[in-house]
T-cell receptor, first 117, second 115 residues
Framework: DTEVTQTPKHLVMGMTNKKSLKCEQHMGHRAMYWYKQKAKKPPELMFVYSYEKLSINESVPSRFSPECPNSSLLNLHLHALQPEDSALYLC????????????????FGSGTRLTVV | DAKTTQPPSMDCAEGRAANLPCNHSTISGNEYVYWYRQIHSQGPQYIIHGLKNNETNEMASLIITEDRKSSTLILPHATLRDTAVYYCIVRAPKNYGGSQGNLIFGKGTKLSVKP
């Protein structure tokens, strides 16, 4: 299996809703990432997990809450979002090893297109 | 990580070689050059990466100048399916749990392959 699977593919939610985005990979990658991409802009890094621990939060508002329950799964919990949070949310994974530097590429999922109304 | 400069858009005729340039004049000695592409409404796709030497795989070739301040991605026989945004990214090797080496995207080049 060489894929990153994201569900759902499309999500419409109200500003008072709570929803979650899910990302799954079975390549044995121990680093996982969330990116946000607005229309006609490049992807922006939001969160980095290494070995199920959050290592980077790029000053993301607390209405976005990531979770890594195991080495294959990455969730993004959404609560009280604003219309400007509407975007394509991309998940990615890569190899990661303690006590080693690596230069592996990332594998991306197809994304969840989120619309906040 | 070093910044890159790419032309915002390029056209290429189907069947011809597409040569996409990238400037990275502030690249450090341990930083790699990566290329990704993103076809409309899909996730980015890894193409190729290199440090100093030219690299080739089944998708493309990467030519890095001797001073490493610029590079060119070559798609030898472009097809309509190669129409996408191409991102050149300079990136240090990833440190476990550290802030270095994460993939940071610039604006990219929108390549349009025309019949």
């Amino acid at each position: 299996d060489t894929e990153v699977t994201q569900t759902p593919k499309h999500l419409v939610m109200g500003m008072t809703n709570k929803k979650s985005l899910k990302c799954e990979q079975h390549m044995g990658h121990r680093a996982m990432y969330w990116y946000k991409q607005k229309a006609k802009k490049p992807p922006e890094l939001m969160f980095v997990y290494s070995y199920e621990k959050l290592s980077i939060n790029e000053s993301v508002p607390s209405r976005f809450s990531p979770e890594c329950p195991n080495s294959s799964l990455l969730n993004l919990h959404l609560h009280a979002l604003q219309p400007e949070d509407s975007a394509l949310y991309l998940c990615a994974s890569s190899q990661d090893f303690p006590r080693r530097v690596t230069n592996y590429g990332y594998t991306f999922g197809s994304g969840t297109r989120l619309t906040v109304v | 990580d070093a910044k890159t400069t790419q032309p915002p858009s390029m056209d290429c005729a189907e069947g011809r070689a597409a040569n996409l340039p990238c400037n990275h004049s502030t690249i450090s000695g341990n930083e790699y050059v990566y290329w990704y592409r993103q076809i409309h409404s899909q996730g980015p796709q890894y193409i190729i990466h290199g440090l100093k030497n030219n690299e080739t795989n089944e998708m493309a070739s990467l030519i890095i100048t001797e001073d490493r301040k610029s590079s060119t991605l070559i798609l030898p026989h472009a097809t309509l399916r190669d129409t996408a945004v191409y991102y050149c990214i300079v990136r240090a090797p990833k440190n476990y749990g550290g802030s270095q080496g994460n993939l940071i995207f610039g604006k990219g080049t929108k390549l349009s392959v025309k019949p």
